[in-house]
Structures are given as structure tokens and as C-alpha cells.
């Protein structure tokens, strides 16, 4: 069973950090470029982070310098620290794996960054 899972999200004030993590089943993991995205109440899904299978990196403009995405072959995990939180981070964060013609996506986990 192909299955993305999301943890580490939580209630968070701002200037903390949160690592989320994604753990893949039922893939060959290392095939697949990996994503964070997240959305916000009203707002359209948009791309936070993203791996390639090879490891290149790209970041959307809002994150960084504050968010890093990695990934652990070995574990089947891509991961997402994210420092210095704003209130404008939270979000519902969703994991993506994609390769060739297949697009999978996790439940998501909720952050929320606020005093």
C-alpha cells in the first residue's frame, strides 16, 4: 500500500522551530522527488520545499534561509526543520512524492504558529 505519513506539526509561538517528518511505504523511495506544501485557510495549496531524488534542493522565496528539507533514503523520510517560525507559516503542510506519471500526497499536519 503506497502511503505518505506527516508528523511533527504542532502549536508553536513564533521564533520557535518544528521539524516535521514524512515517512513513505509502499515506494521506491529514492525514485521520487519529495515536496512539502502547505495551505492556509483560503488560500491554494503552494509549494514550500522541495528534494530532488538526487538531492538538489529549492525553496520557496517566503522560507528561505529559516526552512530546511532533507531526506533519508535509508529511512524512506524526507524531513522539514523549519526555524524561526512567523505567524504566517501556519498552515496545514502536506507531503508529496512525485515520479513520472505518479503524484502522492499525504493527510497533511496541521502547524500553527502563534502567541
Known amino acids: 500500500q503506497v502511503q505518505l505519513v506527516e508528523s511533527g506539526g504542532g502549536l508553536v509561538q513564533p521564533g520557535e522551530s518544528l521539524r516535521l517528518s514524512c515517512a513513505a511505504s509502499g515506494v521506491i523511495f529514492s525514485f521520487y522527488a519529495m515536496g512539502w506544501y502547505r495551505q492556509a485557510p483560503g488560500k491554494q495549496r503552494e509549494l514550500v520545499a522541495g528534494i530532488s531524488s538526487g538531492g538538489k534542493t529549492n525553496y520557496a522565496d517566503s522560507v528561505k534561509g529559516r526552512f530546511t528539507i532533507s531526506r533519508d533514503n535509508a529511512k524512506d523520510t524526507v524531513y522539514l526543520q523549519m526555524n524561526s517560525l512567523k505567524p504566517e507559516d501556519t498552515a496545514n503542510y502536506y507531503c508529496?512524492?512525485?515520479?513520472?506519471?505518479?503524484?502522492?500526497w499525504g493527510q497533511g499536519t496541521q502547524v500553527t504558529v502563534s502567541s
Open positions: 508529496n512524492a512525485a515520479y513520472r506519471n505518479y503524484n502522492i
